[in-house]
T-cell receptor
Framework: DGGITQSPKYLFRKEGQNVTLSCEQN?????MYWYRQDPGQGLRLIYY???????QKGDIAEGYSVSREKKESFPLTVTSAQKNPTAFYLC??????????????FGPGTRLTVL | SQKIEQNSEALNIQEGKTATLTCNYT??????LQWYRQDPGRGPVFLLL???NEKEKRKERLKVTFDTTLKQSLFHITASQPADSATYLC???????????WGAGTKLIIKP
């Protein structure tokens, strides 16, 4: 099955800890994205990558970091500098970034709770 | 700033009727608009895309309209079914950096 996977589904973190959320896709998509979803708000872009070894900050990148060493993988690290990390995190991919009219394919999400 | 608004209150519709959801935007001239469905605890799933030069797009029981003068898109589900109950999100492509800007979504409840 082609698709995009995220792990873990639920994650609990103590204050001051860094955690890494996994995102893997086997759709052969060039572009990958990380969003944060909070109740009553639209998805907010954290980071995106249009190609391997390149990524760009989104609207709310502070306190987060990413890497894109492989086409199929785009892990997100939530650092202790992120003041309010409790949220639902969604990873997505699309055929290409940029101006293309591409739909985004989403993973099942990771719900992060800070204790 | 660019802003997208969807009804924050849940929409309750009787099974078999047409459900209509609204997406309004301001300070923006999008090249296209997308609609997604999201079930609780899951990622959104793409439904339809409509371009700025298209007035209407259909897919099975779904219909999307795009009025660039009113700065509004309407999403219709005809012959609605309880299985259509979900949150529906609209998203526009940003002007300068090709990112999608997302509405908060409208929760649709189809009652049997």
């Amino acid at each position: 099955d082609g698709g995009i996977t995220q792990s873990p589904k639920y994650l609990f973190r103590k204050e001051g800890q860094n955690v890494t959320l996994s995102c893997e896709q086997n759709l052969n998509h060039d572009a990958m994205y990380w969003y944060r979803q909070d109740p009553g708000q639209g998805l907010r872009l954290i980071y995106y990558s249009q190609i391997v070894n390149d990524f760009q900050k989104g609207d709310i990148a502070e306190g987060y970091s990413v890497s894109r060493e492989k086409k199929e993988s785009f892990p997100l690290t939530v650092t202790s500098a992120q003041k309010n990390p409790t949220a639902f995190y969604l990873c997505a991919s699309s055929l290409a970034g940029g101006i293309a009219y591409n739909e985004q394919f989403f993973g099942p999400g990771t719900r992060l709770t800070v204790l | 700033s660019q802003k997208i608004e969807q009804n924050s209150e849940a929409l309750n519709i009787q099974e078999g009727k047409t459900a209509t959801l609204t997406c309004n935007y301001t300070n923006y001239s999008p090249a296209y608009l997308q609609w997604y469905r999201q079930d609780p605890g899951r990622g959104p799933v793409f439904l339809l895309l409509i371009r700025e030069n298209e007035k209407e797009k259909r897919k099975e029981r779904l219909k999307v309209t795009f009025d660039t003068t009113l700065k509004q898109s309407l999403f219709h589900i005809t012959a609605s079914q309880p299985a259509d109950s979900a949150t529906y999100l609209c998203a526009l492509r940003a002007d300068s950096n090709y990112q999608l800007i997302w509405g908060a979504g409208t929760k649709l409840i189809i009652k049997p």
